[in-house]
């Protein structure tokens, strides 16, 4: 982890994009950033662990952070990939329990912070931000339920295809009439995010090659969006 020298102005870029603070005016976005920190953290950084004490709440910048879960079986599970302007560690600085998971960056990420004393100060100044933070993490939590809903009731093949497709919809860029999902993603981190073995998950997206809907090139997955969703619908 590395302290950033920025200026405010990229505190308040981001603040302005994210989902909770554009509720604020620029002016009050001016007022609050002071009391947030910028950091960079290497590929496979962590940035806290299952179990710390949550006396941080984080917003991605640049890059993306992987929320990971341990088992008792000493393995990691993928619960959700953060992109620029998601927060992560929010439930639990609210709720001043620990960490329930763990946060590592992908690739070089840079994501800035704010104390839980400051967080609740500016709360208190600004309570539209309360009502934005229940709507964020209610998004969340149904999105919690659609994915878990979707791991006990659909087969393998719509699993990760409905998970390409809501990651090219989010950090996607167009790719030659595909989108490309904007980092590098593994076949072992899309199994442990939609709950199958790599061998399944290679034989799925081979097949998806084979079809012309996934295209991969340098770690990077492209899709053909529409005939995903064709597929899902079948």
């Known amino acids: 982890m590395k302290k950033t020298a920025e200026t405010g102005s990229v505190i308040s870029e981001t603040l302005s994009k994210s989902e909770i603070f554009s509720s604020l005016t620029e002016a009050e ?6 009391l947030f ?3 960079t953290f290497r590929n496979n950084e962590t940035i806290f662990s299952e179990g710390d004490p949550s006396d941080r709440f984080y917003i991605v910048v640049e890059g993306n ?5 341990h088992t008792l079986m000493g ?25 329930p998971a763990s946060a590592q960056a992908m690739e070089s990420t840079t ?3 704010i104390s839980r004393q400051n967080l609740l100060k500016i709360m208190e100044e600004y309570p539209i931000l309360k009502l934005e933070i229940v709507r964020y993490f209610s ?8 994915m878990l809903k979707n791991i006990a009731t659909e087969r393998v093949e719509k699993r990760i295809a409905s998970l390409l497709l ?3 919809e989010k950090v996607g860029v167009d790719d030659d009439g595909y989108r490309k999902i904007d980092f590098p993603l593994t076949r072992q981190e899309i199994a442990e995010m939609v709950g199958t073995t790599v061998e ?6 081979s097949k998806f090659q084979k079809k012309g809907m996934v295209k991969s090139s340098d770690g990077r997955i492209s899709i053909k969006a529409a005939s995903m969703q064709r597929f899902l619908e079948e």
């Open 37 to 39: 920190e910028n950091l």
């Open 65 to 69: 952070v992987k929320i990971l879960k």
């Open 111 to 113: 994501a800035m912070r």
């Open 166 to 168: 809501k990651l090219s």
């Open 29 to 34: 976005i001016r007022k609050i950033s002071p």
């Open 200 to 205: 399944t998950c290679i034989r799925t997206i």
């Open 75 to 99: 393995k990691d599970i993928i619960l959700e990939i953060m992109s620029p302007g998601d927060i992560f560690g929010g439930v639990a600085v609210l709720d001043k329990k620990p960490y």
């Open 139 to 146: 998004d969340k939590l149904r999105d919690a339920h659609e």
